[in-house]
């Protein structure tokens, strides 16, 4: 079982800039593949953006040029840097672990609100 610490949520203006922190157990988290995830109320939950073992980045189309995914494998900590934040961008945030294409875990998330 993976434990994980999430952090970074809060309620910015339109604009403004978060950075959340996803900081998950094990001492192979460098083989983890990493992602990020949001569910917006009553909406489906949707991949914003993940990071490979080897580092490869992956975003959707609505955060490409103002979200960036990154990891620090000696902290076992991913990051998602949020600029530029919209109304729409409001949702809960979820760290995702996958373990050779086969095993998922998911962190607790974390809310994040965007709103003048």
């Known amino acids: 079982q993976i434990q994980f610490v999430e952090s970074g949520g809060g309620l910015v203006q339109p604009g403004e800039s978060l950075r959340l922190s996803c900081v998950a157990s094990?001492?192979?988290?460098?083989?983890?593949?990493m992602s990020w995830h949001r569910q917006a109320p009553g909406k489906q939950r949707e991949l914003v953006a993940s990071?490979?073992?080897?580092?490869?980045?992956n975003y959707t189309d609505d955060v490409k040029g103002r979200f960036t995914i990154s990891r620090d494998n000696a902290k076992n900590t991913v990051y998602l840097q949020m600029n530029d934040l919209k109304p729409e961008d409001t949702a809960v945030y979820y760290c995702?672990?996958?373990?050779?294409?086969?095993?998922?875990?998911w962190g607790q998330g974390t809310q994040v609100a965007v709103s003048s």
């Open positions: 995702l672990v996958t373990i050779g294409g086969v095993y998922e875990y």
């Open positions: 094990g001492k192979i988290f460098q083989l983890y593949d």
């Open positions: 990071i490979a073992s080897g580092g490869n980045t």
